[in-house]
């Protein structure tokens, strides 16, 4: 016997591998040059809403320690035998990041609505597909179908 290494492979992995090095690289599908200022708007509306969340996430998360900081009373006070200082740092953070998470999901779709349809009313709440039909006397709006 050698002392030389041999790798054992089954058939099957041999080819799996061979497959992946002949398939030709993955590429992102590319956008309709007539999207782009649309999704260069959508982006950069989504960054600067985003960086608000963020700015508020951290406001909660350093601000709850410094607020606890600030008023040393609350370590006195008991609730249930429990210090209100423990019960803020618990109860306080979580149920809060819950709701700045449902306010970043309305206000990105808000502005992903506006972009896709920027005649709808800023309070619809029917996702951006407004009524296209016309009423009694009303003349057909573009595009109802």
């Known amino acids: 016997m050698t002392g030389r290494r041999v790798a054992v492979t089954s058939p099957q992995t041999r080819l799996a591998h061979a497959r992946r090095r002949y398939r030709g690289p993955w590429r992102p599908t590319t956008l309709d040059p007539a999207e782009m200022p649309r999704a260069i708007a959508l982006y950069r509306a989504g960054r600067r809403r985003a960086i608000a969340a963020l700015a508020a996430l951290g406001a ?8 606890l900081l600030l008023w040393p009373a609350l370590d006195d006070m ?17 149920p809060a990041m819950v709701a700045m998470a449902f306010w970043q999901l309305r206000r990105a779709e808000r502005a992903e609505r506006d972009l896709l349809d920027p005649e709808a009313p800023a309070g619809s709440d029917d996702g951006g597909h407004g009524d296209t039909s016309a009423g009694p006397g009303q003349p057909a709006r573009e595009g109802a179908s």
Do not use: H, N, T
């Open 60 to 67: 909660l998360i350093f601000g709850l320690p410094f607020a």
């Open 78 to 94: 008991r609730v249930a035998g429990v210090p209100v200082s423990w019960a803020a740092i618990v109860l306080v953070p979580f």
